[in-house]
């Protein structure tokens, strides 16, 4: 059974940092590009970030371009978004998703993606 648990939410000050982590078991997530995405209360949930299978390749959406990154270590079976600078509008619950294939999604759907996690709130406070 494919679980994805993501891990490292908090609550941070504005300008501050945080590292998500995405840890997989049930598959061997090095065979597939993995993305992450956001939910804020009262919104619907939005693509941040995605990484290839081999990390050759990234995606990321402009609000986040040039703070988050997004990174993975195949050998530990897990995925990370560092995001600094962090601003009050990135207050949401994050959740990681496999998708099913390797390459980076055509699109920034969640239905591009078919394991999700439960997720791990960021809280930025002013």
């Known amino acids: 059974q494919v679980q994805l648990v993501e891990s490292g939410g908090g609550l941070v000050q504005a300008g501050g940092s945080l590292r998500l982590s995405c840890a997989a078991s049930?598959?061997?997530?090095?065979?597939?590009?993995v993305g992450w995405f956001r939910q804020a209360p009262g919104k619907e949930r939005e693509f941040v970030s995605s990484?290839?299978?081999?990390?050759?390749?990234?995606d990321y959406a402009d609000s986040v371009k040039g703070r988050f990154t997004i990174s993975r270590d195949n050998a530990k079976n897990t995925v990370y978004l560092q995001m600094n600078s962090l601003k009050l509008e990135d207050t949401a619950v994050y959740y990681c998703a496999r998708s099913p294939g390797r390459f980076l999604p055509g699109r920034r759907g969640e239905i591009d993606y078919d394991y999700w996690g439960q997720g791990t709130q960021v809280t930025v406070s002013s």
């Open positions: 049930g598959c061997t997530l090095s065979l597939y590009a």
């Open positions: 990484v290839r299978w081999d990390g050759g390749s990234t």
